[in-house]
């Protein structure tokens, strides 16, 4: 199973950084209908075809995710797209 794992610093402050990635989980429930919970400093997603989870650390954001066989064909272009929202959202 193809899988996604990325660590990404920031400088935000802990409140500020969990709002962001708030606002990230809400855009993909909206536009993907993923499903989300908070575990700790942990936001788990999943829908059909993915799941993961964004740890939340100071100074680093720890993203990974399983994708599933039709997903996994377009890995590349997930990772690029994760990639820009975690520099435009976080630096």
Do not use: C
Not at 11 to 22: E, K
Not at 54 to 69: E, K, V
Not at 72 to 89: D, Y
């Amino acid at each position: 199973m193809p899988s996604i794992d990325i660590r990404h610093s920031h400088s935000l402050p802990p409140a500020q950084a969990r709002q962001a990635v708030q606002d990230v989980a809400e855009k993909l429930a909206e536009r993907f209908g993923v499903d989300y919970l908070w575990q700790g400093d942990t936001l788990a997603f999943s829908r059909s075809g993915v799941d993961g989870k964004i740890a939340l650390a100071p100074q680093q954001l720890h993203i990974t995710a399983n994708l599933g066989f039709l997903l996994g064909a377009m890995k590349g272009p997930i990772e690029a797209e994760i990639r820009r929202v975690l520099n435009e959202r976080f630096g």
